[in-house]
């Protein structure tokens, strides 16, 4: 018999990822500050609950997907929290992007009630959420990760175990190190080839057929010329995580000097009202500071 999954957490990702764990058959009790889209999950099968301890107390897995370190603390160890309703037994997993020492925190906290628990956040962005696609980096104990496992594969393609309890986090901070300067390497060069006058898309086409190539160019490259900056990863949330990529590099004496770089982009980005944009939306910046637009169409949002 499938496990009862908590889920608490219904937006750009966790929408479609509890959207996914129903289509493949698991009872799926939600929650979300957001009424609609507790509705939402609600028309498609999920049953709903009034708090975090709502849905653990009637879990057996209990799932969160929220979007920073005092978020998953109020989840999980809140008045109202999953903590509440810890029992032996009850399984944690929570697939947020926080700090390695909240996590830690956390799971430390839980498993003195009983709770086992993985941080696993995931790469990929609300395409790889849709497509149930995204790669997924988890830490704590291995045998909890192999019971787990055919819940993520509902979600992911890519499960991999990091380390101990915060190790998934310290792999989330390095893949969001790895984005975030692809994101601004492809910013530049867009920028530069438009400044000398040659058209963005011709760059991206002949840059996304060599050893520039990534992921990133390939799924926002078109769109980033086209300015459309519709989020699939708000860019307030990559802010967000280059902060928690600079505390972690603070506490383990760890010298980051171009993340240190992206992080002030990513704070010009933020302070120039762009933070619920998507995290390509760095380019404006780029822009910006260019006197140049590397956009054959302007979105007007980007300014």
């Avoid at 009034?50 to 057996?60: K, T």
């Avoid at 497509?131 to 988890?138: E, G, H, K």
Wanted: glycine share 10%; hydrophobic share 45%.
């Amino acid at each position: 018999m499938k496990p009862v999954i908590g889920f608490i957490g219904l937006g750009i990702m966790g929408r479609h990822m509890s959207a996914h764990l129903l289509q493949a058959g698991y009872a799926l009790v939600v929650y979300d500050l957001n009424p609609e889209a507790v509705a939402n999950a609600a028309a498609l099968g999920a049953s709903a609950a009034d708090s975090c301890f709502g849905v653990a107390r009637r879990a057996d897995v209990v799932i969160s997907m929220v979007p920073d370190s005092p978020d998953v603390e109020q989840v999980a160890l809140g008045e109202t929290g999953v903590i509440r309703a810890a029992r032996p037994g009850l399984i944690y997993v929570d697939m947020s992007s926080i700090a390695p020492q909240t996590a830690i925190k956390v799971a430390q906290a839980l498993e003195a009630e009983g709770v086992r628990c993985l941080d696993a956040p995931v790469s990929g962005g609300e395409t790889g959420a849709k497509n149930a696609t995204l790669s997924i980096m988890v830490g704590g104990a291995a045998d909890l990760l192999d019971e787990v496992r055919p819940i993520l594969q509902c979600v992911g393609t890519t499960i991999t175990h990091c380390g101990p309890s915060g190790a998934g986090q310290v792999v989330k901070a390095c893949n969001q190190i790895q984005v975030a300067l692809n994101l601004i390497g492809m910013a530049e060069a867009l920028v530069l080839g438009a400044k000398a006058g040659v058209d963005p898309a011709i760059i991206l086409q002949v840059l996304g057929g060599g050893y520039a190539q990534t992921r990133v160019m390939d799924v926002r490259g078109p769109r980033v010329v086209k300015g459309d900056f519709e989020p699939g990863f708000k860019s307030r949330f990559h802010y967000k995580d280059l902060n928690i990529i600079m505390e972690t590099a603070r506490a383990h004496n760890a010298v980051l000097p171009a993340s240190a770089l992206a992080h002030q982009l990513f704070n010009a980005l933020l302070a120039a009202g762009r933070g619920e944009l998507d995290h390509s939306a760095v380019i404006t910046v780029i822009e910006d500071l260019s006197h140049a637009q590397a956009r054959t169409k302007i979105n007007a949002k980007a300014g």
